[in-house]
Nanobody
């Protein structure tokens, strides 16, 4: 059974940090492109960061220099380190695994940036 389980969300003040984790099971994690997406209320889901099977990262312009994506293939886990958080980073953050044509989504974790 395929599972992607996100954790690490919560409430943080502007300028603070959070580290999201996505634990995967039920598929060959190491060959999949892993991504983080987010969806704010009333907005479309957008890509935040991705990391290839080989470990090459890519970031949305809005998070470059503040967020870092990484993966641990031994633990079947992908991470998103989020620093210098802003109120506009508030959203539900989702993990996605892609190895065409297969793709899987996690259930999401809420991140709220507020004073």
């Amino acid at each position: 059974q395929v599972q992607l389980v996100e954790s690490g969300g919560g409430l943080v003040q502007p300028g603070g940090s959070l580290r999201l984790s996505c634990a995967a099971s039920g598929f060959a994690f190491r060959v999949y492109l892993m991504s983080w997406y987010r969806q704010a209320p009333g907005k479309e889901r957008e890509s935040v960061a991705s990391i290839t099977a080989g470990g090459s990262p890519n970031y949305a312009d809005s998070v470059k220099g503040r967020f870092t994506i990484s993966r641990d293939n031994a633990k079947n886990t992908v991470y998103l380190q989020m620093n210098s958080l802003k109120p506009e980073d508030t959203a539900v953050y989702y993990c996605r695994a892609l190895f065409s044509p297969n793709f899987y989504w996690g259930q999401g974790t809420q991140v709220t940036v507020s004073a």
